[in-house]
């Protein structure tokens, strides 16, 4: 009898989603699809607001990458002022984004998966959390904790605040840097970089345990999409859009970034409120990419650091050139962006100008559209907006990161789900590595589904009669 | 009949009187209120819609105070002083009518302090955080109010007003242009310009910005400003009035 296969909430990820397994007859997975079941509406509410208040009003999407939606609606805004921001203005907005990486990275790695990784994906689903990693490896528990501790502080220096930060606004920032401030920053940089490279040499080390996982975990050929620096170095702020294919080819390069639209579209699905951006031209759901560590390393020529260059090398040098397909590195990536985030926020901090006093651009809306694209820790963040000629919104969309990988995560819990889930013998470890593929993701679904709210794990099996065959609880 | 007359441009004379505030006998004019002797005297009342250099309006309903022997709560801003009078401005009475007050106010219209231009620089935050409103018990309105954005410096955001009418009583009191009045009853009513009017149309506007210096909260503010940007200019009003007050 055809089953369904519940998984609800799917826990230690940023808001809020449901998984459905559907087996056959033999307890086989025939599909799998994963649900954002909560709607938020961000871009219908900004309507009528005035323009400047959008940095700060998309920010409060988000409470884990709030900086992301800073940097892309200010650039938006920037386009609608039709101004160039003061350079200075633009390095300071880098130090704040590459800050956002280096925290939201280790919440990711060190909060949400590395107790799947260190305590394995069947361990006892009571223990495989932060306060488990904190018993079998309290030194890694602490570098979690200072590393995000680290980026948190930098953008607290910058932005006054931790969380929610106003300082980037159209036009640049409200504030400049002080000396005082750049040299605690740089004072805290050499521990966070000691704390990555310990971190990602750890990783390396339990890559051996999961080659079942690196197989099966989102591991198929897509394209990848994320912004490229000049001579095609790792970009999060500006530049332009690059795609490549499954092979490592250029599908389209140095791409405008207000000609987004040309290459992007968005189909909508029943079952999600999350869309599902495609390759336009290759239609849907063929256009399928993934944006997001991993596609940024296999998109970029190289990093443009020397540590983050070395492990890059490294990172690569089985592919044969090929791009690195398996969603299980999306961890790898994570953290090999870690410390090309803290060299480049060391070589941004020591920059002549940084503390320049010139650090905004003033004027009004010049222009009636404007397009902001930048790299969120999850990947390619997009803001589109238009507005009237008195400067209030009348239209918006956010491209949210997390919705870029919708194609690519459903996939990849279908994969996951036919190789390890048995319907016959239900088992929690099975479960639980179909949550974890999302977690490699990182997907941030607040910002995606524009979702909250909080419940306990359930996983259900159900009949085709609709009738609970096995049922497992976390609290 | 006297033997030096006063002279017909003498100012009155005003008798003194005393009276007691939170148990502490203090002395003031005749003439004054119960808010500005308390303010002398050091006395902290919540307000919202007086602004010292503007006719009292008591609107808002924050300044009330217990007077004994009358049974009602009177509005500091505009009751007189009399000889005897024995005020209370800190009851347990009194604080929860002005946390009711406030919770009335947020959820009248969209004050999302988080988003909102004047957050960290409004006197309708600041009050909530003085009188301990944390939350608000009745259901929030949610009403969606126009934003005027017309104006070449300033707009108006009637989400944020609260219908203090500074803006109407300065424009109208300092400036002379009275261009801002209000419009309607209950929840329809709002200040406007000119007859309601664009204010980028408006004929009578000097584009001072005094309106938006008086304004309490985030709903008159200048073009450009993001979220926690605008910030007003506290005592510029008494400064005025004495200047002007000298020639």
């Not at chain 2, 309601?196 to 001072?208: K, L, V």
Request: net charge neutral; with cysteine.
């Amino acid at each position: 009898m055809p089953r369904t296969i519940k998984i609800s909430p799917v826990s230690r990820i940023e808001g809020h989603a449901h998984i459905t397994l559907h087996l056959d007859d033999a307890g086989k997975v025939q599909d799998a699809q994963f649900h954002l079941t909560q709607f938020r509406g961000f871009e219908k509410f900004c309507e009528g607001r005035p323009f400047p208040e959008m940095p700060a009003l998309t920010a409060r999407t988000c409470g884990i990458c709030p900086v992301s939606h800073l940097v892309a609606s200010s650039k938006a805004c920037d386009n609608l002022l039709s101004v160039t921001i003061p350079v200075t203005a633009g390095k300071l907005r880098r130090v704040m984004n590459l800050a956002q990486i280096v925290q939201s990275h280790a919440l990711s790695y060190f909060h949400m998966s590395s107790a799947d990784l260190l305590l394995g994906m069947d361990s006892d689903p009571k223990q495989r959390n932060v306060f488990g990693l904190l018993k079998v490896d309290p030194q890694m528990a602490r570098d979690g904790i200072r590393l995000r501790q680290i980026g948190q502080t930098i953008i607290e220096m910058l932005g006054g605040k931790k969380i929610h930060p106003g300082w980037m606004v159209p036009g640049g920032v409200n504030e400049p840097l002080t000396d005082e401030k750049r040299q605690a920053m740089l004072s805290m940089l050499p521990e966070g970089l000691e704390i990555a490279e310990r971190t990602l040499k750890s990783f390396k080390g339990l890559i051996g345990k999961f080659p079942d996982e690196i197989k099966y975990f989102g591991n198929f050929p897509t394209m990848y999409l994320s912004l490229i620096g000049p001579k095609g170095t790792l970009e999060h702020y500006d530049g332009h859009l690059r795609i490549k294919d499954a092979k490592g080819g250029i599908v389209e390069d140095m791409i405008p970034l207000d000609e987004y639209a040309r290459v992007i579209g968005e189909a909508v699905e029943p079952f999600s409120y999350m869309k599902f951006p495609y390759y336009l031209p290759a239609g849907y759901p063929d256009g399928i990419y993934r944006v997001g560590p991993l596609a940024r390393l296999n998109n970029c020529d190289s990093c443009g650091t020397p540590i983050a260059d070395g492990e890059l090398d490294e990172f690569r040098s089985q592919q044969k050139g090929e791009p690195v397909s398996s969603s299980f590195h999306f961890h790898y990536a994570r953290l090999i962006e870690i410390i090309y985030a803290l060299e480049k926020i060391e070589l941004l901090l020591n920059a002549p100008d940084i503390l320049a006093t010139r650090i905004r651009a003033l004027a009004r809306g010049n222009c009636n559209e404007g397009i902001g694209v930048a790299e969120a820790p999850r990947g390619t963040l997009i803001h589109h907006y238009k507005i009237d000629d008195d400067g209030l919104m009348t239209w918006a969309n956010l491209i949210i990161a997390t919705g870029h990988n919708n194609l690519a995560m459903n996939r990849g819990v279908k994969q996951v789900a036919e190789h390890f889930v048995d319907g016959t013998k239900l088992q929690e470890g099975m479960l639980n590595r179909v949550e974890a593929v999302i977690r490699c993701y990182d997907p941030c679904l607040s910002c995606a589904s524009h979702a909250m709210g909080q419940m306990p794990l359930r996983i259900q099996l159900i009949n085709a009669g609709g009738a609970v065959l096995d049922e497992l609880v976390r609290d | 009949m006297p033997r030096y007359p006063t002279p017909a441009n003498a100012p009155p004379k005003v008798r003194v009187v005393t009276l007691r505030i939170n148990g502490q006998d203090v002395s003031a004019r005749e003439d004054e209120t119960i808010l500005s002797v308390a303010v002398d005297h050091g006395i902290r009342i919540p307000s919202l819609c007086y602004l010292e250099g503007l006719t009292a309006w008591g609107a808002c309903r924050l300044c009330v105070v217990e007077v004994a022997g009358i049974p009602k709560l009177l509005p500091a801003c505009s009751t007189v002083v009399t000889e005897g009078m024995v005020v209370e401005t800190n009851s347990d009475k009194l604080k929860r009518y002005r946390r009711m007050i406030l919770e009335l106010l947020f959820a009248e219209r969209n004050h999302v302090c988080s988003v909102c231009v004047s957050n960290g620089h409004c006197e309708l935050q600041n009050l909530a955080a003085e009188c301990g409103m944390d939350h608000v018990r009745v259901p929030y309105r949610n009403a969606p109010y126009e934003v005027d954005s017309s104006h070449d410096f300033f707009r108006v955001d009637h989400n944020r007003c609260v219908l203090c009418t500074r803006c109407v009583r300065v424009c109208d009191e300092i400036e002379g242009a009275h261009t801002w009045d209000v419009m309607g009853r209950g929840v329809e009513c709002q200040v406007i310009t000119d007859l309601h009017t664009p204010w980028g149309e408006s004929e009578s506007c000097t584009s001072c910005g005094k309106c938006v210096q008086v304004c309490p909260t985030g709903a008159l503010v200048k073009k450009g400003t993001a979220a926690g940007e605008m910030e007003k200019l506290g005592d510029f009003l008494p400064y005025l009035t004495q200047m002007r007050g000298k020639q």
